[in-house]
T-cell receptor, first 114, second 111 residues
Framework: DAGVIQSPRHEVTEMGQEVTLRCKPI?????LFWYRQTMMRGLELLIY????????DSGMPEDRFSAKMPNASFSTLKIQPSEPRDSAVYFC????????????FGSGTRLTVV | GENVEQHPSTLSVQEGDSAVIKCTYS??????FPWYKQELGKRPQLIID?????GEKKDQRIAVTLNKTAKHFSLHITETQPEDSAVYFC??????????FGKGTRLHILP
């Protein structure tokens, strides 16, 4: 298995532009999580899905952020419009359905908004 | 709200010495406690975990201890080596399907 795959690895965009981050979880993993990592706030859970259904989006910072999971093998995190304070590393992680087993993280997307 | 506190934020130890990182959690229902290691520019990777039905678990030079009464858990690394230098995150389960991370400890192994 190739693990959790995220794209792009790096994204530089101008303030106000739309940004879309992509994630492919490990096949057979029913849970998918989006995290944001910054020096100041550490690893923050933004939203997670179970069987493609959003379960908890309480960590999404504001309405500019949205996430979808149209099928078991693909999820997107969208920021529209982007702002400089959104600059961070965004990680996707997945885990099997057997409760809170260890997550497998993707390589992350380093987002820079200028 | 639910949170996980982690200390210290930075730790420097001489190569060969032991390192200890401590965490506390707030949700008494938490029953799963993983630890992750993140090297510079890399993804967090699970190194060891413990469930609430045991008090200690060991894997070679790494051990975790759990005190459910006090809601404390700790990571112990013995005979530290240069490759142990990284950021370490503790985490605790909230319900059965999500985990909350501590802020991380940057471990420096000094030659």
């Amino acid at each position: 298995d190739a693990g959790v795959i995220q794209s792009p690895r790096h994204e530089v965009t101008e303030m106000g532009q739309e940004v879309t981050l992509r994630c492919k979880p490990i096949s057979g993993h029913d849970y998918l999580f989006w995290y944001r990592q910054t020096m100041m706030r550490g690893l923050e859970l933004l939203i997670y899905f179970n069987n493609n259904v959003p379960i908890d989006d309480s960590g999404m910072p504001e309405d500019r952020f949205s996430a979808k999971m149209p099928n078991a093998s693909f999820s997107t995190l969208k920021i529209q419009p982007s702002e400089p304070r959104d600059s961070a590393v965004y990680f996707c992680a997945s885990t099997p359905s057997a409760g809170a087993e260890g997550y497998t993280f993707g390589s992350g997307t380093r987002l820079t908004v200028v | 709200g639910e949170n996980v506190e982690q200390h210290p934020s930075t730790l420097s130890v001489q190569e060969g010495d032991s390192a200890v990182i401590k965490c506390t959690y707030s949700d008494s229902a938490s029953n799963y406690f993983p630890w992750y290691k993140q090297e510079l520019g890399k993804r967090p990777q699970l190194i060891i975990d413990i469930r609430s039905n045991v008090g200690e678990k060991k894997d070679q030079r790494i051990a975790v201890t759990l005190n459910k009464t006090a809601k404390h858990f700790s990571l112990h690394i013995t005979e530290t080596q240069p490759e142990d230098s990284a950021v370490y995150f503790c985490a605790a389960s909230i319900r059965d399907d999500k985990i909350i991370f501590g802020k991380g400890t940057r471990l420096h192994i000094l030659p």
